[in-house]
């Protein structure tokens, strides 16, 4: 994010922030701060380049940041940015919502703006404006350009343009594994509503017994290995939210098979070796208490909506040939009962998400009219 943060003309971000012993820049103190900058003053503009430069005042203007939420422009869990630095080597923007995405400047006829007036709430609402239409403008004019593009190649380079209009759409399937991430979310909440996570318990369990196992280990090199593997992967088992079949896969390739080898391997655990056994089938067994209806339909303080589809809708994959399932994650986050953390949050996202699949379905079938009608000889507009 370094290298995109707004630019005054010319130069980067490095060239005009603050510094000690150098000019300061309106435009420094507008992004770093996410404030406006208000010159109705010019002869107490501290920040004026040519007051502090040539001795000369500045005319009237009015600076504004367009920001755009972190959120939207990078989702969930968006911790560990790379921000811009200030003169101290500190980041910017860290503990604020929002990111600097542009600059507005309007320069006023002498003494027609003054702080806080009309003028500059306009301007505010311009900026707000304009942030919400950079995305979109930005997609629109790369969307043109591949048209003009498209226009020009001939009929011998069909095949490689097809080829790369594919591989981009391809590549769309992060909107997928995005719903699904939300999708693990609703999962634990639903453990969460379960008050049972048999799971964890037992892999904690069987965690203890290996780490009282392996200083018994000594020069046994291999073994002492595939036991801190196999400690690493029932953490990792524990703190993920899979759909049971994913996780029984896990336990069947991972978990089980490293178990076989150190209890055949070694007498270490020998006399735990019936409770390993016991636990580790047990183990399968909650990995898929999460979808068993007998279980939900004990939790009588849900009605019966609830009970059903909860656990359904979390425990889904979801991918192209269900998507219909996005439709009903929706209908409910909201229902009025449902009370979990982020649910609005969580509707919010997957509404944007349902509107960009959208978008890019209909991306997909104008490319593919476009690449039919080429390898025929024929001549289409991409906007019908």
Known sequence: MKDKVTQSPGRNWDEYRDRPGNVLEAMAWCVEQQKSWTADEPSE??????????????????????????????GPGFNGLDYPLDSQ????????????VAVIKIHFLPKTIRRGDDS????????????TELLSLHLRETYVEARERLSRERLAA?????????NTLAKMGFIFSTINTLVSFLRAQWKNELQFDGKVTILGHLSTLLLH???????????????????AEQDELANLFLLPQQ?????????????????????????????????????QQAIWIVVDQKVAQKLVHLPEYLRM??????????????????????????????????????????????????????????????????????HTEIYQ
């Open 89 to 100: 080597g500190n980041p910017i923007w860290q503990d604020t919502e929002y990111v600097v």
């Open 213 to 231: 196992g392996q200083p018994h280990l000594e020069g046994q090199d291999k073994l002492i290995q595939l036991s801190k593997e196999l400690l």
């Open 45 to 74: 503009d501290a920040r004026s380049v040519r007051k502090q430069v040539q001795g000369e005042l500045e005319d009237y203007n009015h600076m504004e940041p367009v920001l755009l939420e972190k959120t939207n422009l990078y």
């Open 158 to 166: 069909c095949n490689d343009m097809a080829h790369e209009l594919r």
């Open 247 to 283: 996780e029984a896969e896990w336990l069947t390739s991972r978990i089980r098979p490293k178990w076989n080898h150190l209890l055949t391997s070694s007498r270490v655990w020998e006399e735990q070796r019936e409770e390993i056994e016991h636990l580790l089938d047990r183990l």
């Open 309 to 378: 589809m909860w656990p359904k809708l979390a425990y889904t994959q979801f991918s192209a040939e269900n998507s219909i399932v996005l439709e009903e994650l929706l209908t409910l986050l909201e229902h009025p009962v449902l009370s979990i953390r982020q649910k609005h949050q969580m509707k919010r996202a997957l509404s944007s998400l349902r509107v960009l699949l959208r978008t890019i379905s209909g991306i997909e079938e104008q490319a593919n009219r476009v690449i039919n009608s080429l390898k025929n000889g024929e």
């Open 120 to 131: 500059t709430k306009i301007i505010k609402r311009l900026s707000r404006s304009l942030g």
